[in-house]
Nanobody, 119 residues
Framework: QVQLVESGGGLVQAGGSLRLSCAASGLTLSRYTMAWFRQAPGKEREIVAAINWSGGTYNEEASRFTISRDNSKNTAYLQMNSLKPEDTAVYYC???????????????WGQGTQVTVAS
C-alpha cells in the first residue's frame, strides 16, 4: 500500500520560513517524479514545484521555494522562504511517472498539510 505523508506545515508570520516533508512508503521514490501542489480556499489545486528521478526540477516559486529529495530516506522536501499571506493553502505532495504540471499526471497523493501565513 502506497502512502505519502506530509509534515512541516503550520502558522508562520509573513517573511518566515517552513520546510515541508513528504515521506513515502510502499513505493521506491527514486523511480518517481515528486511534486508539491497547493490549494487555497475557493481556488483550484495548482502545482508549486516538481523534481524528477534525476534531480531535474520545475518550480513556479523558484525565487523563494526549493524542492529537493533524498532517495535514501524516501522523502521529498519543499523549503519555503519569504512566505507571503497569499501562500496560505493546503499543500499536497504527489508522486507520478513523469514531470507534469497537471495534477492528473500524478498517481499517488498525500493527505495535505496546512500552511497559514499571517500578515
Amino acid at each position: 500500500q502506497v502512502q505519502l505523508v506530509e509534515s512541516g506545515g503550520g502558522l508562520v508570520q509573513a517573511g518566515g520560513s517552513l520546510r515541508l516533508s513528504c515521506a513515502a512508503s510502499g513505493l521506491t521514490l527514486s523511480r518517481y517524479t515528486m511534486a508539491w501542489f497547493r490549494q487555497a480556499p475557493g481556488k483550484e489545486r495548482e502545482i508549486v514545484a516538481a523534481i524528477n528521478w534525476s534531480g531535474g526540477t520545475y518550480n513556479e516559486e523558484a525565487s523563494r521555494f526549493t524542492i529537493s529529495r533524498d532517495n535514501s530516506k524516501n522523502t521529498a522536501y519543499l523549503q519555503m522562504n519569504s512566505l507571503k499571506p497569499e501562500d496560505t493553502a493546503v499543500y499536497y505532495c504527489a508522486a507520478g511517472p513523469g514531470m507534469a504540471r497537471s495534477s492528473m499526471a500524478y498517481n499517488f497523493w498525500g493527505q495535505g498539510t496546512q500552511v497559514t501565513v499571517a500578515s
